[in-house]
């Protein structure tokens, strides 16, 4: 076992894939950069304001069959 107080702990950047401080004193984490976290943010928005806009017609679908 290897453990090492106040290591500090690094993780693949969500959005290129380098290594990022994953530490207090990176306020991007899991980022490695501001630049990274703002394309993921707003790939995130992007995904989030999608909206489905397919929804069927009620009346079509779901008319009294005993009036035909
Ligand atoms: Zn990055």
């Known amino acids: 076992m290897n453990s090492k107080a106040g290591a500090v702990r690094t993780v693949p950047c969500p959005a ?3 290594d ?3 530490a207090a ?3 991007y984490r899991p980022f490695c950069s501001a630049r990274c976290k ?4 707003g790939a995130w928005a992007s ?3 999608r909206m489905p806009t ?3 017609p009620e009346d079509s679908l ?6 035909q």
């Open 38 to 41: 703002g394309i993921d943010l």
């Open 62 to 67: 779901f008319g009294d069959p005993k009036a």
């Open 54 to 56: 397919e929804a069927p």
């Open 20 to 22: 990022a401080r994953y």
């Open 25 to 27: 004193d990176n306020p």
């Open 47 to 49: 995904e989030q304001f």
């Open 16 to 18: 290129c894939g380098q």
